[in-house]
């Protein structure tokens, strides 16, 4: 029988969709972190299915006896605290032994703190990388920033409250000062979006204690501009593109300096007194 990975909510108790909600009643058994937490959620939504405990310190006992379940015709659903599954949570050796045995892995789609973040953000989410949480000594904080600092996508972090101020401080100091969001507490009463520099992010938070659970998203390297080339080779470039590319000369001068982040006006001016410019003749 089958691995269901199941998301919960992340705050907000009416964010357990119908479909997990009947296979969380369906199921032979369900896997979970904390079993406490777990049977709050269940008794909201009337549903008393069997659990038991699957978290960091049993995950290898207890996956073996979670297969030997399934292969005996148990369906079990996995579970964590909050969100997806095996998102900075357990679960990852489970899925595995799960898909190894042969066994269906069937994934539900639901809440996920960094996706919530993400689509709500302003940033890019034409790409993104997850990284979830970051070692906690600085030392290996920015180590692995700088691991991250070519990244061109939106970067995804879960942080905690009280190392917030750290984090930005040596987020801003290794990736620069790029644009970047602060989600706390997401769906749930006191939600809020912080958005700006990461030095603005950083000073916000000295000013007020953070709270709360955290998503941090730091934007991606932004494109570098082409180093522009010397008057002659620049000139010459706009002549080309007017001549190669049928182009105007305006669109052609736009172009130009679009590639290398130069001001248009100043080009057009450039253009304009260029050495082989025609002599434009006075006359009265
Ligand atoms: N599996 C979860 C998911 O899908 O998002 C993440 C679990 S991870 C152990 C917990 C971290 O996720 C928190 O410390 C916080 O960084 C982030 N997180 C979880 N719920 C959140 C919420 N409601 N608002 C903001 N961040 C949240």
Request: hydrophobic fraction near 45%; charged fraction near 25%.
């Amino acid at each position: 029988m089958p691995l269901y990975i199941v998301p919960t909510p992340i705050g907000n108790l009416e964010d357990l969709t119908y479909r997990a909600a009947r296979v969380l009643r369906e199921a032979s058994l369900i896997a979970c972190e904390d079993t406490r937490r777990t049977r709050q959620l269940l008794q909201h939504y009337g549903i008393s299915t069997p659990l038991i405990s699957y978290h960091e310190h049993n995950e290898r006992a207890r996956t073996r006896e979670l297969v030997e379940r399934m292969r005996a015709g148990a369906a079990v659903a996995l579970v964590s605290d909050a969100g997806t599954p095996l998102i900075s949570d357990p679960g990852d050796a489970l899925a595995r032994a799960a898909i190894a045995e042969g066994l269906p892995v069937i994934a539900l789609p639901g809440a996920c703190a960094a996706v919530t973040a993400l689509s709500a953000s302003g940033l890019s989410a034409a790409g993104f990388r997850f990284v979830g949480f970051l070692p906690v000594k600085s030392s290996a904080r920015r180590a692995a920033l700088a691991a991250l600092a070519d990244e061109p996508v939106t970067l995804a972090f879960y942080e905690a409250p009280h190392r917030l101020r750290a984090f930005l401080r040596d987020a801003c100091a290794i990736l620069g000062d790029r644009p970047a969001v602060v989600a706390r507490e997401l769906t749930k009463l006191h939600e809020t979006y912080e958005r700006g520099a990461l030095s603005a992010l950083a000073a916000h938070f000295e000013a007020e204690t953070p709270r709360g659970e955290i998503v941090a998203l730091i934007a991606g390297k932004a494109p570098e501009t082409a180093p522009p080339p010397d008057e002659p080779a620049l000139m010459a470039e706009i002549a080309r593109r007017i001549a190669d590319d049928d182009l105007s000369a305006t669109e052609a001068i736009r172009q130009t300096a679009q590639r290398y982040g130069l001001s248009r006006r100043q080009v057009y001016q450039r253009w304009l007194r260029r050495s082989d410019a025609p002599v434009v003749k006075g006359g009265q």
